[in-house]
């Protein structure tokens, strides 16, 4: 069974920053694309950012030029750098990764991160 294990959210300052980072474990053949949401309280969950196999990288509006995705392959692990945070990035973050295994090209979630914006 392929797992994902997040780590780094917490309770930051605004302004300040957090690295984010996903972990994928399993009977993996490879991982395709690989991406980050967020889901704040009373709302849909919604793309941060997505990088491909290949390094082809997409961001939200709101993401641009304070977040970086990131992914080493090697590892099976995903960064998201984030500065400059807002109060408004409060969410929980998930990691999503389009993996093959045996059974084909599957889409996985991760348990789910909380980032806390405040001061």
């Known amino acids: 069974q392929v797992q994902l294990v997040e780590s780094g959210g917490g309770l930051v300052q605004p302004g300040g920053s957090l690295r984010l980072s996903c972990a994928a474990s399993?009977?993996?053949?490879?991982?395709?694309?690989m991406g980050w949401y967020r889901q704040a309280p009373g709302k849909q969950r919604e793309l941060v950012a997505a990088?491909?196999?290949?390094?082809?990288?997409n961001y939200s509006d709101f993401a641009k030029g304070r977040f970086t995705i990131s992914r080493d392959n090697a590892k099976n692990t995903m960064y998201l750098q984030m500065n400059s945070l807002k109060p408004e990035d409060t969410a929980v973050y998930y990691c999503?990764?389009?993996?093959?295994?045996?059974?084909?090209?599957?889409?996985?979630w991760g348990q789910g991160t909380q980032v806390t914006v405040s001061s």
């Open positions: 990088i491909s196999s290949v390094g082809w990288i």
């Open positions: 999503k990764v389009v993996a093959t295994t045996s059974f084909g090209a599957t889409d996985y």
């Open positions: 399993g009977p993996i053949f490879s991982i395709n694309a």
